[in-house]
């Protein structure tokens, strides 16, 4: 298997993309191309003192790269030679299995759908993190590709995250629920309650199984759902405030335990279990953000991922690439085309 890796993409590049890369070719053993600026990255070898890329690694040269500032939406055709735009195309002639960036979102949706292409029958792709509940981990779909959705998107985004929490999670018939502000059907926007009554009646159907809306402060039950629905708007501001509230508990638990002698040896004494708490929050261990819908493995790194981030996205494409996703929902995609009725 060989992962493609943007070696210029988010804040850190390219010295963690690099080191992510040994860091995963060691742990998961798969083939990795390095695509970016090469003297750039051979100058971090040098500094690094690791001289040469271990055997399995290799490097494309790729002299242009796609900043954050740049629009997202023709950033890739303006800049035909940056990492990304010369990674997918790569990923698109079969020269790798899965494409890996943490370079800018709107970008590598934009180049990804119109390089890469949708699955057909898949309206839109949409951006699927695993983010942690009280029964562990769940998907959250979509999580900032689309903030304005239609009914079908929402209810093709159901039916992608309930295939994704089965067949990469293992998670046997897995709850879906749609994010909301009350539990009642009668409860949000008009979308929303179409969306409800759409997956009501494919569930129904025996297409997924469908529990209704759920509330945020469910998703801390030990009973919560595994797949959490919601158009892009809703759903990156409950991503980001997941992200900012873990960052506030660590924080906030880091001052508790620093603050004398007796609170410190209380550490002491819960370290390990803190150890697992912390790794159940902590972004880096996800790694990467699947993009669903589209027709290769195509997974987005936080902008600010080191090379452990880095390395566990990797192992993370490895594991989707392994569970043959794609290939699923393309051989299912006539269950995602919802009829009159269902309508």
Request: charged fraction near 20%.
């Amino acid at each position: 298997m060989r992962i493609i890796l943007d070696a210029m993409g988010g804040d850190l590049a390219p010295r963690e993309p690099v080191r992510g890369a040994i860091m995963a070719r060691n742990e998961f053993g798969c083939d990795i191309t390095l695509v970016g600026q090469e003297a750039a990255i051979q100058k971090v070898l040098e500094q690094d003192g690791i001289g040469q890329l271990p055997p399995g690694i290799d490097i494309v040269n790729a002299t242009q790269v796609i900043e954050i500032c740049d629009n997202p939406s023709t950033a890739w055709h303006d800049k035909k030679d940056s990492s990304m735009t010369v990674g997918l195309k790569m990923l698109k002639d079969g020269k790798g299995d899965a494409f890996i960036s943490a370079g800018s979102t709107g970008a590598l949706l934009s180049a990804g759908t119109l390089i890469v292409k949708r699955i057909p029958g898949i309206r839109r792709a949409a951006v699927a993190p695993i983010v942690p509940t009280g029964a562990g981990h769940a998907v959250l779909i979509d999580a900032g590709a689309n903030s304005e959705c239609t009914p079908e998107y929402m209810c093709q985004f159901a039916l992608m995250g309930s295939f994704y929490a089965e067949m990469v999670l293992g998670r046997e018939n897995p709850k879906v629920g749609l994010l909301n502000i009350g539990s009642e059907p009668s409860k949000g926007s008009e979308l929303y309650k179409q969306v409800h009554q759409m997956l009501t009646r494919a569930g129904e159907a025996g297409k997924l199984n469908f529990v209704g809306n759920v509330e945020p402060t469910s998703l801390s039950s030990e009973d919560a759902v595994d797949v959490i629905v919601a158009d892009g708007f809703v759903g990156n501001i409950l991503l980001k405030a997941m992200e900012g509230t873990a960052n506030f508990l660590v924080k906030g638990l880091k001052d508790v335990f620093t603050t004398n002698l007796k609170t410190k040896l209380g550490y002491l004494m819960i370290q390990g279990n803190m150890g697992g708490f912390k790794k159940m929050i902590d972004s880096r261990e996800t790694g990467g953000t699947a993009m669903l819908g589209l027709r290769k493995p195509v997974f987005k790194a936080h902008g600010s991922s080191d090379a452990y981030a880095i390395s566990h996205a990797i192992g993370k494409a490895v594991e989707f690439v392994n569970a043959g996703f794609v290939d699923a929902i393309a051989e299912h995609v006539d269950s995602f085309q919802l009829s009159t009725e269902e309508k």
